[in-house]
């Protein structure tokens, strides 16, 4: 059974479609790539998986459970997390706060009595792991503030997993990054992966970096899909060459 489902989903801004009539399936353990040109719908179709947007129509189906429309923290709780292209840290908060914060968010007796010290320490042991996995240990002290860009979109991720992400949605992670800092975290993002644990989706705008990480590609353009496939044929695709004639955002 897939992972994720989405089945014609639609979603309209008055006269504008952003996302038309899209219909997918996510493995388990797979890495998809959503690509396409500005304005494709691509942050929209995430928020509309995510809960941020409700679609006009169609559904949105999560390991067998219609989703479609649940508010954003009902779906988070069921093992969908993101990161977003400009990051959401709590940047007076230390890197490990940061991430126990996003751990303990995920215990249903987090804010109960019943919880107390348990709950933290279980939170604080998500966390380390979560950092270590990021290579992030070295900076679990810093303030979010002080890391730099690469460490804080890095920081992102691990607050992601903690959060005991089945669905893992990353929106541009390298956006912003230098040369050394895609590559670095692509490798990280290799090895963190590898085992397949996680299912991802990844809106990326950086080819190398897609062709890298990404098991199968979806390329939207105008909201609708226009391709879908493993990463040569879709490279290979003519209606992709013509929608991305002057290059890709």
């Known amino acids: 059974m897939p992972l994720l ?5 639609t979603r309209r801004f008055g006269a504008l479609v952003a996302v038309d009539d899209v219909t997918l399936s996510v493995e388990p353990g797979e890495i998809r790539s959503v690509i396409g040109p500005n304005g494709a719908g691509k ?49 007076g908060l230390t890197a490990r706060q940061n991430v126990r914060l ?4 995920r215990d249903p007796r987090r804010w109960t009595m019943l919880g107390g010290g348990d709950v933290l320490a279980r939170a604080e042991q998500i ?3 979560a950092l270590e996995q990021l290579r992030l240990t070295d900076h679990a002290n810093a303030l979010a503030s002080e890391l730099s860009h690469g460490d804080q979109r890095l920081l992102e991720i691990a607050m992601a ?11 541009e992670p390298t956006q912003g990054l230098s040369i050394e800092e ?7 993002l290799r090895d963190v992966l ?18 890298k990480l990404a098991d199968r590609i979806t390329v939207l353009h105008q909201g609708r899909v226009i391709a879908d496939g493993e990463s040569a044929a879709v490279r290979a695709d003519p209606h992709v060459q013509e929608a991305y004639l002057g290059g890709l955002d």
């Open 102 to 105: 996003a751990a303990q968010a």
């Open 43 to 91: 942050s929209t179709f995430f928020n509309l998986v995510t809960g941020m947007l409700k679609p006009t129509t169609g559904r949105v189906v999560l390991d067998g459970e219609d989703i479609t429309g649940l508010p954003a923290h009902e779906i988070a709780q069921r093992g969908v997390a993101r990161t977003f292209q400009l990051t959401q840290l709590m940047s």
């Open 127 to 129: 966390a380390d792991g």
């Open 194 to 211: 590898a085992g397949g644990n996680v299912t991802v989706m990844l809106v990326e705008h950086d080819m190398e970096v897609v062709f």
């Open 182 to 188: 895609t590559d670095r975290a692509v490798e990280i």
């Open 161 to 171: 997993l903690a959060q005991g992400a089945r669905l893992l949605m990353l929106d």
């Open 5 to 9: 489902e989405c089945h014609d989903l």
